[in-house]
């Protein structure tokens, strides 16, 4: 089986940085999700880490450890708009079409 | 490219009501993938269809059900309904569903509320 925990909600300020991190428990894995949601809408992608290290796209960074089963989004210089859920999910190497997601993280962004 | 669309986007129904809800995946994405999502559960993995086949499944009742079409466009169906149905039900298309490759992109969803 497989266990997803990320914290459940977060504040930051308008132009800071905040660090949303999943740890997670899976027999054969085979990749990491982020994405993002706002309430009432459908998660959009944000991005994917299948081997280790950090990766870069604009104001989010997405950092994977696999031998540590952690995992970190990074949003940089915060803006009101990045107020929403932000979900981790995970894909197991048996899984088709199949993605495992933490109960997502609500990030409160304040002016 | 069009993205994921879902329809209706909203339904009211009663308990004991079936309800059918459709999905037309990205142009040229074969695999659709099916979740339900509650405030109390999260996002939760109903099935998976890839070439009109179901490839994949969750830990659902038989109650719910689904099906793809040539075209790849998907419907799932829950008989029966319970209070405990309503959600928000998103379907996600991806190129292959290959569980090594592809990323999933989310339609808008359906929101269920079961009276």
């Known amino acids: 089986g497989q266990n997803i925990d990320q914290p459940t909600e977060m504040t930051a300020t308008e132009g800071a940085i905040v660090q949303i991190n999943c740890t997670y428990q899976?027999?054969?894995?085979?990749?990491l999700f982020w994405y993002q949601q706002h309430a009432g809408e459908a998660p959009t992608f944000l991005s994917y880490n299948v081997l280790d290290g950090l990766e870069e796209k604009g104001r989010f960074s997405s950092f994977l450890s696999r031998s540590k089963g952690y995992s970190y989004l990074l949003l940089k210089e915060l803006q009101m708009k990045d107020s929403a859920s932000y979900l981790c999910?995970?894909?197991?190497?048996?899984?088709?079409?199949?993605?495992?997601f933490g109960a997502g993280t609500q990030v409160v962004v304040t002016p | 490219k069009a993205g994921v669309t879902q329809t209706p986007r909203y339904l009211i129904k009663t308990r004991g009501q079936q309800v059918t809800l459709s999905c037309s995946p990205i142009s040229g994405h074969r695999s659709v993938s099916w979740y339900q999502q509650t405030p109390g559960q999260g996002l939760q993995f109903l099935f998976e269809y890839f070439s009109e086949t179901q490839r994949n499944k969750g830990n659902f009742p038989g109650r719910f059900s689904g099906r793809q079409f040539s075209n790849s466009r998907s419907e799932m169906n829950v008989s029966t309904l319970e209070l405990g149905d309503s959600a928000l039900y998103l379907c996600?298309?991806?190129?292959?569903?290959?569980?090594?490759?592809?990323?999933?992109?989310f339609g808008p969803g359906t929101r269920l509320t079961v009276l």
């Open positions: 996600a298309s991806s190129l292959t569903g290959r569980p090594n490759a592809d990323t999933q992109y």
């Open positions: 899976t027999s054969g894995f085979n990749g």
């Open positions: 999910a995970v894909r197991a190497t048996d899984s088709w079409g199949k993605l495992q």
